[in-house]
């Protein structure tokens, strides 16, 4: 994954008419998040993984819960289909359908890359912990196509269990995440994550083309581009089970 996958990635009665009283940045980024993920979500979609000397197409389908659960299922090419990361709460596992096995990741592997791309396990199970792990404030404010465009400069806070030294994170005032840029220690960028388009998705404005970059790596990109998706859904309490991701019933 909707920072990629997941985001990747990130409802809850999110409208634009809240969005335009949200001030703070923790209302900000939380507007985000809801209108990512809503209650409850499954899309569909395309990630694209560029390199100078190739580049590859993979289609997922994903279910996410709340804040801490998501799966999310390759279903073409066929060589990588049924492949799948299922995360609850602090918990994330991967199903390798040609090993049969589920392995449980630590949390040291989480910030790695995923199925050879620039999104990380994080991004694309739509991880939260910026909401959690770091405290935030907004050093600027724009105006950009008619809407009010928030850059918010979010750290970790003390003891936080991150590996990011800071992310720079831009939400519209309408609840879409325009971008996220990862840095590290020493406050070098790493990645950038660009929303391409916003689109309508089930009804909301939809960031539906996000791009990662890699800082260190020329000319290599990740594109995730949303053909559709459905929110507030009431989600089967098997979906989010072991048993469901090395059987799937969806």
Do not use: C
């Amino acid at each position: 994954m909707n920072r990629a996958l997941i985001v990747l990635i990130l409802g809850l009665g999110w409208s634009s008419s809240a969005a335009a009283s949200v001030v703070t940045p923790d209302a900000l980024l939380r507007a985000a998040f809801n209108n990512w993920r809503g209650n409850s979500s499954t899309t569909v979609v395309v990630m694209q993984v560029h390199r100078r000397d190739w580049q590859r197409s993979l289609e997922m389908k994903t279910w996410t819960k709340g804040d801490a659960d998501a799966l999310v299922r390759f279903v073409a090419p066929a060589k990588d289909a049924g492949n799948a990361t299922l995360k609850v709460g602090s918990h994330t596992l991967v199903f390798n359908p040609k090993l049969n096995q589920v392995i449980t990741l630590p949390a040291s592997m989480l910030s790695q890359s995923w199925m050879g791309s620039d999104f990380s396990y994080n991004d694309l199970s739509k991880a939260d912990d910026i909401l959690s792990q770091y405290t935030h404030r907004i050093i600027k404010t724009e105006k950009a196509n008619g809407h009010t465009v928030y850059t918010i400069d979010a750290v970790p806070k003390p003891g936080a269990p991150v590996v990011w030294g800071k992310l720079v994170v831009k939400v519209r005032d309408d609840g879409v995440m325009l971008g996220e840029t990862y840095f590290d220690q020493d406050m070098k960028p790493v990645r950038t994550m660009t929303t391409q388009k916003v689109g309508a998705i089930d009804g909301r404005p939809y960031p539906v083309i996000m791009v990662m970059r890699p800082a260190d790596a020329s000319g290599n990109w990740t594109r995730l581009v949303t053909k559709s998706g459905r929110f507030n859904l009431a989600m089967p309490a098997y979906v989010f089970t072991r048993s469901n991701l090395r059987n799937p019933r969806n």
